[in-house]
């Protein structure tokens, strides 16, 4: 039996990725539909010499790999959506701090406690703007088993290189079923590993100085350098500053890092496109039913065709309206009331050519829904 093929659950993938990508530290506290991530992860990370924490709730989780991350090691976290709440602020000083970690949200119905063993997609928006003021994010999915482990793999690549926190937003189906999964051989998927500066003890430190093509050089905390880490705006050295040239300065560097660099965050596939004269946009579990809509009915001769995103943020606008500017129809599949369908419609020329297909009950959204709604705007029958 190939020890690499394993028939898991889609958290225990997301864990599979966590340790390939090298992930040294864990803190967490358990939630459905979440749990088997910190639960696997709590003997599967000590053997590998990593170190895993159960803390007391959701908010002491994300401090304490903010904190694990400055001493330059490969973090995570995971939760649902009512943990995912409690770590905004501190989400929101990884990011005015720069300090790299991934943070996985299988999400579940809300608002609230809503329904803990239930599907949703709900959280798409609070992962762009869970956390006050202007601000970049990078939130990723997947749809299968395959794609969880790589797209996990590429959260912390991303952090490395960016040097901000990543968001993994999975689902509660994806989380839960099983399926198969061959695991890479090391070496095969590229891994980025922190930047430490080369500035040599005794001399000028600048924390927060980037390079020329933008990497920030981080020094671990309790090595040779010593310097201040804020959540309030900063100069170079990372001592307060209100002045307005460092303010101003220092925002565009947070957001210009992610926002100028779409194009090599974006994740997506692509099915049948070429032709297609309605597009379905989709995502996590959601784009399972989508992509068996199209091809159930393509042999039928209806041209359908599936754009899945897998970078939800920063969201790839210009890829989605060069994908869509010769279909008919766009119809986004997605389980919240519309959360993707806004930026698609913002995305696209003519947004009233933009439909919805959803539940928001906490069922799966299954083929026949999306048919049902296929049904009324093409006008034909099933």
Partial sequence: MDKNIRFIQGNEVCVEGALYAGLDFFAGYPITPS??????????????????IQMEDEIASMCAIIGASLTGKKVMTATSGPGFSLKQEALGYAIMTEIPCVIVNVQRGGPSTGLPTSVAQGDVMQARWGTHGDHAMIVLTASNHQDVFAITVEAFNLAETYRTPVVLLFDEVVGHMREKLVIPEPGVIPLVERLHTSVKDGVDYHPYLPREDGRLPMSDFGGVHRYNVTGLFHDMWGFPSSKPEIVQGLHRHLVDKIRNNVNQIMRYKEYYLDDAECVLISYGSSARSALHVVEQRRPRGERLGLLELQTLWPFPYQMIKDKCKH?????VVEMNAGQVLRAVKRAVGDPERVFLANRVDGVFITPTDIRNILRIIMGKGA
Avoid: D, M, N, W
């Fill in 327 to 331: 279909a008919k129809y766009v119809l």
């Fill in 35 to 52: 749990t088997e991530i910190a639960e696997h992860l709590s003997s599967r990370l000590p053997r590998k010499g990593g170190k895993f």
